[in-house]
């Protein structure tokens, strides 16, 4: 199956601090979700972007689908954003609907 | 508009036994797809339901079973409990269909999860 892998696996931040997580997979896909995940477990959508590039506030992400990767962007980092970010995919054949999760990267924004 | 919720938000349960997790998928949403998120791990596919049959699996045991119901509501059963069962499980709903003779790959939504521990 489709593999994904994140980087870095952890990182500390001081607050304002900008960042940039990485999500590289193996094969083409045509559903690329970038998720939070806060303390207590939940999924907090992000991002949906199979390709191109897309903002909101303070976070930004660009999928490059042709070399396999995607950059999340946070800026002016806040201690809210501490948590686990996850990149998850659906391959372009073969994988149905199902997400495909990375390892994920474990932010923690100090003052 | 209701997010995707899930009950319990806890369980205790001891080896053996049988448990039932309930879901109910965001406003006008038809699929319901079941996660299992160990400590320290990304989320693991379990299988996926639309109209009311599962639609796919990842690798998982018989132990682990499903239902969908006609309001698009979703179950997830596992029986004979392990330890090693003890995780964190979300629900995930997202819309199906097909545009232009495409299948639609649309956002998934997760629920806040159940936590299950099996002693």
Known sequence: ?111 | DAGVTQSPTHLIKTRGQQVTLRCSPKSGHDTVSWYQQALGQGPQFIFQYYEEEERQRGNFPDRFSGHQFPNYSSELNVNALLLGDSALYLCASSLSGTSGGKTLRETQYFGPGTRLLVL
């Open chain 1, 1 to 111: 199956g489709i593999q994904v892998e994140q980087s870095p696996p952890d990182l500390i931040l001081q607050e304002g601090a900008n960042s940039t997580l990485r999500c590289n997979f193996s094969d083409s896909v045509n559903n690329l979700q970038w998720f939070h995940q806060n303390p207590w477990g939940q999924l907090i959508n992000l991002f949906y972007i199979p390709s191109g590039t897309k903002q909101n506030g303070r976070l930004s992400a660009t999928t490059v689908a042709t070399e396999r990767y995607s950059l999340l962007y946070i800026s002016s980092s806040q201690t809210t954003d501490s948590g686990v970010y996850f990149c998850a995919v659906t391959p372009f054949t073969g994988g149905g609907n199902k997400l495909t999760f990375g390892t994920g990267t474990q932010l923690k924004v100090e003052l």
